[in-house]
């Protein structure tokens, strides 16, 4: 139902997320953090389906856990810089374009024809690597 009169509307910041880990999942300090299918956090990886989080504030092991037996946290909410794939790489073209994740430190320009998830937009690519928001 629609609103009628004023909500307070509860609120908290979003840049530092608490994420239940995936079972058998190995995530280390400043890897690319997706949610698999079942909304999980586990690193980056050449795969469909997953959708990028963030970067990993610190390492973390749930390789003999079940789902969600640890819970990590993930930053968001800012630009993270990654490597650049070198089969496939993004170029200057695809500022302001979606790049794809290759594994849990690298970014590839293209989708690997249907093979890879998107990890964000490009908003600049360096000699170091490329920064995905």
Request: proline residues 3%; glycine residues 12%.
């Amino acid at each position: 139902m629609a609103l009628t009169q004023d909500r307070n509307t509860p609120s908290r910041a979003g840049d530092l997320i608490s994420v239940p880990m995936a079972a058998g999942a190995t995530i280390y300090a400043g890897a690319m953090v997706v949610a698999n299918a079942s909304g999980f956090a586990a690193p980056g990886t050449t795969a469909t389906g997953l959708t990028y989080l963030g970067r990993a504030e610190s390492a973390e092991n749930n390789i003999d856990g079940s789902d969600g037996d640890i819970v990590m946290q993930v930053r968001r909410g800012c630009a993270f810089q990654f490597k650049n794939d070198g089969s496939d790489p993004v170029t200057q073209a695809s500022l302001g374009k979606a790049c794809y994740i290759v594994d849990d430190e690298t970014v590839a320009a293209t989708n690997g024809s249907s093979t890879r998830s998107a990890a964000g937009t490009v908003i600049a690519v360096g000699a170091d690597g490329v920064w995905v928001e």
